[in-house]
């Protein structure tokens, strides 16, 4: 019978603004000397929430694990335009915001529902020719990005007090919220970016059972194989 050391699972961390996701991988794998660390999806460096990180023979189930769907909550500020679409990136364009309630919003928000085209930013980790995408931004060089498929579950305003918009947002993986606030901001006629994210849920797990990063980081490694969602739980889900 095939035997599993206690760091072979899922960590759920719940990360902060600022680092990276590769930041949280390496703390992780020096802090408590796992071999292997990888994550099952992506978060921004100026996005929170959930980051489900894939410890020794549960980076195995990477593929697996990517492929679920994602609920996110943010916001986004509308009548400016970024190069990267979010707040970290450099304004392109601003223009007035035209009056608009919150259910207005919504009725724009309910045509992105079901499966929509979405074009990847340039700042992504997309490759072109094997070079990401973000690398060929840093440069200035633009190159035509594919429209990907990707699938709306459910996308609504909850509180709007101009220019700044709070909604939720469920999703199939590989959709960029990025993406969707430049494109919301099209169609409400003076542009938006994405001001804050937040990853809530991604396939079975939420980001209620995450520990907070800084946390983590303090606890004796006993502590932390309290923490690890085992391999053959994982293979369960």
Known sequence: MQTFDPFDGALLIDKPVGPTSHD???????????KKVGHSGTLDPNATGLLVLLLG???????????????????MKFG???????AQGELVSSLPVPPATLEQLNEIAATFVGDHMQVPPMVSAVKKDGVPLYKLARKGIEV???PRLVHIYSFRFSAY????????????????????????GQ?????AHLA???????????VAN??????????????????VIPFLKLVET
């Open 187 to 191: 169609k409400l006629g003076c542009g």
């Open 144 to 146: 035509e990005r594919k």
């Open 24 to 34: 949280v991988v390496e703390a992780i794998r020096r802090q408590f000397h796992v």
């Open 210 to 227: 995450a520990i907070p990063f800084e946390d983590v980081l303090v606890l004796a490694p006993r502590d932390l194989e309290q923490r």
């Open 80 to 86: 400016e335009v970024t190069d990267s679409y979010d």
């Open 196 to 206: 804050t994210l937040r990853r809530l849920v991604s396939g079975s797990f939420d």
């Open 57 to 75: 023979r549960a980076t195995k189930l990477s593929e697996k694990l990517m492929s679920s769907d994602k609920v996110y909550e943010g916001s």
């Open 161 to 184: 007090t101009e220019p700044i918009g709070q909604f939720r947002v469920a999703c199939t993986k590989g959709t960029y919220v990025r993406t969707l606030a430049q494109d919301f």
